[in-house]
């Protein structure tokens, strides 16, 4: 399939989707956001793909935002709507059942910074921006940012960047949790891409089996939460992938994964 805002590519079992609208420092329009359901939808019933490494074109933005002349003429009632459908965009990402790795080269403002708070590792570069800026337009963040930010660097910190609007720098982003790490521009994609095929060499069966848990410590009780693992943990035990993980291990050897 043919995009028409996206670059989608797939090498070795890891999918690149690339939201290309340089010229607008890659704004979600609702053609991007329409397209992005539709990747990720092939993505999660694609046996070829493992990963997922999503990120901007050019260098100055991840995704700057939301298309802001679409917002202008939003009411009550399609405002409700245009959230609801790019929540359900997001949540499709964050419940894909395979790894998705933002690969943050610039600005992440508004639905980008959202965007990338669905995914479930961000590498940033060093000239990347962070900020949920909706306060400065008399709106809040709406694909879910006020649910995701809180939960990922605490609730007092969410607060002060989502009421001030304000945009902190990579390095503050990895000091409070929004990034896992920081990297030069230039070595951005080839750190991201090292982490895919790392990611990928695993067993996938233990891959979804861990995302699944680690998705839902924030739904659950702790003690719920360690249901779900030990039942999550079994089901691994089952699978050929556990029975050539323990073998190479005590034959001293790399395991040989069949993802089964």
């Known amino acids: 399939m043919s995009y028409q805002t996206l670059l989608y590519s797939i090498n070795n079992r890891v999918a690149t989707v690339i939201v290309n609208r340089p010229d607008k420092l890659n704004a979600l329009n609702a053609q991007a956001k329409s397209e992005l359901k539709m990747v990720f939808s092939e993505i999660k019933t694609d046996n070829a793909v493992d990963i997922v490494v999503l990120t901007g074109a050019g260098e100055k933005a991840f995704v700057a935002g939301t298309d802001i ?96 609007g304000a945009q902190i720098d990579a390095e503050e982003a990895l000091r409070i949790g929004v990034v896992n790490k920081v990297v030069p521009q230039p070595e951005l994609m080839a750190t991201v891409t090292k982490l895919a095929r790392l990611i990928a060499g695993k067993g996938q069966v233990a891959i979804r089996m861990a995302l699944k848990a680690v998705n839902m410590t924030q739904e659950t009780t702790l003690s719920d939460g360690q249901q779900l693992e030990a039942s999550l943990f079994a089901i691994c035990c089952d699978t050929a992938d556990f029975k050539e993980g323990t073998t190479a291990f005590l034959e001293k050897r790399p395991p040989q994964f069949k993802n089964a």
């Open 69 to 164: 002349k679409e917002l202008t003429v939003l009411n009550s009632e399609t405002g409700k709507e245009v959230s609801s459908k790019g929540q359900e965009v997001f949540d499709l990402i964050e419940n894909l059942g395979k790894p998705v790795i933002a690969a943050v080269n610039g600005y992440a403002l508004g639905g980008g910074c959202e965007l990338a708070l669905a995914c479930h590792i961000r590498i940033a570069s060093a000239n990347a921006k962070f900020g949920q800026p909706e306060v400065n337009l008399g709106i809040i963040p709406g694909y879910g940012g006020t649910q995701r930010l809180a939960r990922l660097i605490g609730r007092g910190r969410a607060m002060e960047l989502i009421l001030t």
